[in-house]
T-cell receptor
Framework: DAKTTQPPSMDCAEGRAANLPCNHS???????VYWYRQIHSQGPQYIIH?????ETNEMASLIITEDRKSSTLILPHATLRDTAVYYC???????????WGAGTKLIIKP | GAGVSQSPSNKVTEKGKDVELRCDPI?????LYWYRQSLGQGLEFLIY????????KSGLPSDRFSAERTGGSVSTLTIQRTQQEDSAVYLC?????????????FGNGTRLTVT
């Protein structure tokens, strides 16, 4: 399975859009891009996933580049409760035997 | 509905003792994963159960680690003769529903401290 690269940390002002990048340059054609987040002392929480097309749900939007080598998770109106570690992983159809990276620690500032 | 439940939430044990960690997945979920997370790190895959198939144990770090899943539901992760390097948060996750790209649902983990 492909590996991902994320910045270790990011800050964002409350109420602004948070844009979290992820590089997955070795992604294969049948691998999905998944985003999860982990708030302190809790298990990871699913946010969104996609294969080729951009996706949107009640939590976030996922923008995947045409070559699929990178993606961006967008939290449109960040709140303090969005402070968490955000993980980008790529996986073949729910095959989760990956070693997850350290993710991006997103800090939302008032 | 009820999510993935893990118990205990915290466990402190002495080096050399055995521990058992329990996971109750979401009802009806056929797939169950165990992961380990060290402080400030990402998740490390340990073992995977899918229905009645033989489990994928490729992530277990040593033969001191074992897991079972009884009746396709509750799972127990056992660590024998614990070592200090076993200290970590042990997370359980399940998924199901028939779609091949279903997301994982995680419990809040068991924080294991070996003294």
């Amino acid at each position: 399975d492909a590996k991902t690269t994320q910045p270790p940390s990011m800050d964002c002002a409350e109420g602004r859009a948070a844009n979290l990048p992820c590089n997955h340059s070795t992604i294969s054609g049948n691998e999905y891009v998944y985003w999860y987040r982990q708030i302190h002392s809790q298990g990871p929480q699913y946010i969104i996933h996609g294969l080729k097309n951009n996706e949107t749900n009640e939590m976030a939007s996922l923008i995947i580049t045409e070559d699929r080598k990178s993606s961006t998770l967008i939290l449109p109106h960040a709140t303090l409760r969005d402070t968490a570690v955000y993980y980008c992983i790529v996986s073949q159809r729910s095959n989760y035997q990956l070693i997850w990276g350290a993710g991006t620690k997103l800090i939302i500032k008032p | 509905g009820a999510g993935v439940s893990q118990s205990p939430s915290n466990k402190v044990t002495e080096k050399g003792k055995d521990v058992e960690l329990r996971c109750d997945p979401i009802s009806g979920h056929t797939a169950l994963y165990w992961y380990r997370q060290s402080l400030g790190q990402g998740l490390e895959f340990l073992i995977y159960f899918q229905g009645n198939s033989a489990p994928d144990k490729s992530g277990l770090p040593s033969d001191r680690f074992s897991a079972e899943r009884t009746g396709g539901s509750v799972s127990t992760l056992t660590i024998q003769r614990t070592q200090q390097e076993d200290s970590a948060v042990y997370l359980c996750a399940s998924y199901g529903g028939g779609r091949g790209n279903s997301p994982l649902h995680f419990g809040n983990g068991t924080r294991l401290t070996v003294t």
